[in-house]
T-cell receptor
């Protein structure tokens, strides 16, 4: 009965490869997010997405693309992986874009690019 | 967007109340104060939020000063499992209400 789940938990791959991270939420939430947490532990928003709108952080390279097959899923696809992409990636969801609703986070995916 | 300032680290004895301060002097009238925590190797976890009034739930209490320029998160009886990084966040005003995360406070509960 996990609320927000991510797969895989660990991902080790080589530079230049293309990989995807999957995220699913069973909370019926309307908005989903992807965050990147680097080695300095700062959490940075990458994308937010609901049924109507995709908001992209302009600092995110276009090698990163979110894909939402349905309301419960927001996957992150990364092309041509680079060493600097190594980080922990968190998926999150929120009920609706209202002031009072909190975000629920997944357990994270630790990506290591060699 | 309003910025927050937190001490980088704090210690607290197990069983005591842990009081975590946060300054947000540039907060706007309709911005909320949110607290999250991140236990090692886990995703962030929502704790509590408030606008003007003090708030309490099963996890913690949030005390917001009358001028709203600072707040304090109180864990009434800290346990070893409360060791984590605690983030104070003022929610950005836009349609997606994105959270802007700082460095947080590393709280260490000692036996």
């Amino acid at each position: 009965d996990t609320a927000v789940s991510q797969t895989p938990k660990y991902l080790v791959t080589q530079m230049g490869n293309d990989k995807s991270i999957k995220c699913e939420q069973n909370l019926g939430h309307d908005t989903m997010y992807w965050y990147k947490q680097d080695s300095k532990k700062f959490l940075k928003i990458m994308f937010s997405y609901n049924n109507k709108e995709l908001i992209i952080n302009e600092t995110v390279p276009n090698r990163f693309s979110p894909k939402s097959p349905d309301k419960a899923h927001l996957n992150l696809h990364i092309n041509s992986l680079e060493l600097g992409d190594s980080a922990v990636y968190f998926c999150a969801s929120r009920k609706n874009p209202g002031q009072g609703s909190e975000q629920y986070f997944g357990p994270g995916t630790r990506l290591t690019v060699t | 967007d309003a910025k927050t300032t937190q001490p980088p680290s704090m210690d607290c004895a197990e069983g005591r109340a842990a009081n975590l301060p946060c300054n947000h002097s540039t907060i706007s009238g309709n911005e909320y104060v949110y607290w999250y925590r991140q236990i090692h190797s886990q995703g962030p976890q929502y704790i509590i939020h408030g606008l003007k009034n003090n708030e309490t739930n099963e996890m913690a209490s949030l005390i917001i000063t009358e001028d709203r320029k600072s707040s304090t998160l109180i864990l009434p009886h800290a346990t070893l499992r409360d060791t984590a990084v605690y983030y104070c966040i003022v929610r950005k005003r836009d349609s997606n209400y994105q959270l802007i995360w700082g460095a947080g406070t590393k709280l260490i509960i000692k036996p």
